[in-house]
């Protein structure tokens, strides 16, 4: 079983919609989203109705969380959700997989949809990956 480590700043909107995509997609791997120092207080109401209009997935009962060692020690592989200007360091002895996903709150509709095609793409290639 794989453990895969969804990581963004505030774990409010990129990686919970990673984490509740792959969950969705796939019942052999166990998921785990996280963030940094900042976790967010709640998930982002824009992003749990963004994944369930155009996936149909409920993700509302998601917390966000905060990263730790833990976390980092027990993954198989941890992807990194952010601008390359935004993102959180994580410290060179993991390895990590970097996916350049816009920060939702930036972006018009348009662009979060198309934001949201390239993360659900990413996710099929990384489940594809796993099997």
Known sequence: MAVILFVCKENKYRSQMAEALFNKMTTKHH???ASGAEPADKISEEAILLL???YGIDMSNQKP???TKSMLDS???IIILCEPK???LIPKNYKTEHWDIPKMENINQV??????N???QKII???SELD
């Open 86 to 88: 935004d993102c959180i």
């Open 118 to 120: 390239t993360l659900y």
């Open 75 to 77: 993954a198989s592989k």
């Open 31 to 33: 998921a785990i989203s």
């Open 52 to 54: 369930k209009q155009v």
């Open 111 to 116: 662009e979060k949809r198309d934001a949201l």
């Open 65 to 67: 969380k905060r990263l």
């Open 125 to 127: 290639a990384l489940i």
